[in-house]
């Protein structure tokens, strides 16, 4: 009876330390990975919601130009003199670096 006992309270105590084992892999996962990146993605949906015409922008695909409309869901962006593209807004972000459009 008293090895049963002694099984019974090992086999608790080593289940104890597996599950603290998973919640702070869990932990570490959220905090250096998910969490990181949820802030990232919040800073781009503002830097998006805060374009207007006249900012210099990059697309997805790495074009450059002046936005010259802004839709709900489209940007307009003038890409050389009289050429404008249509762009979807999840695919242009904002750009710091100088653009030279002619």
């Not at 597996?18 to 949820?38: E, G, H, K, S």
């Not at 949906?45 to 802004?70: F, L, P």
């Not at 962006?77 to 695919?91: H, P, R």
Request: net charge positive; aromatic share 6%.
């Amino acid at each position: 009876m008293n090895i049963l006992l002694q099984a019974a309270t090992g086999g608790m105590s080593g289940m104890g330390s597996t599950l603290l084992m998973m919640v702070a892999i869990i932990a570490v996962f959220y905090f250096f990975m998910i969490r990181p990146q949820q802030k990232k993605q919040k800073e781009i949906q503002k830097s998006r919601e805060a374009m207007k015409v006249g900012d210099k922008v990059v697309t997805s695909g790495g074009i450059h130009g002046r936005i010259k409309e802004v839709g709900d869901t489209w940007l307009l962006v003038e890409v050389a003199d009289g050429v404008k593209l249509k762009f979807d807004k999840a695919s242009v972000f904002a750009s710091s670096a100088d653009v030279t459009t002619n």
